[in-house]
């Protein structure tokens, strides 16, 4: 099982949340689909057992420091685009700005699966039979939600869940 998170804009009690929920799951590893937004949110990873690997989104500003911080602690910057096998696999991790290069990743034919933020819509979308799963918002600003999701790496069954905050 993979855990799937989006969007935590510098939110470091979501995010905790987050952290919590994903080792609780025992899942192998955490995709993060961009806008982490500030250096200083690496301290709400620091508790995450399983491996982190994260692509930048439109509101990460200081990319230098993000890298350097979160390799600090074991994390893995993809850059704008992650192209990454867990457990066979074989997984496109992106932000999303551009609906069309979303769109044309998913329809390639590459990927076993497509995973994308910036929308902040939680979902699963299927672009020519490849899954294209959109975790929302972990900091829960947009859409009064803060959720995650994981995916089983067999069936790629997607389970969204919206993390309890208090």
Known sequence: MIGIMSDSHDNLKAIQKAVEYFNKKQVKAVLHAGDIVSPFTVRAFKELEPKLYFVFGNNDGDRVTLTKWFEE???????????????????????????????????????????????????????????????????????GKTTVATVEIANLNVEITELDMD
């Open 73 to 143: 602690i074991g994390a893995v910057p993809c850059g704008d685009f992650g192209d990454l096998t867990v457990d066979g696999l074989h997984i496109a991790l992106l932000h999303g700005t551009n609906e069309t290069l979303v769109k044309s990743i998913a329809e390639c034919g590459y990927f076993d699966v497509v995973i994308r933020g910036h929308t902040h819509e939680a979902g699963v979308k299927m672009i020519d039979g490849t899954p294209v799963i959109n975790p929302g918002e972990c900091c829960g600003v947009l859409t």
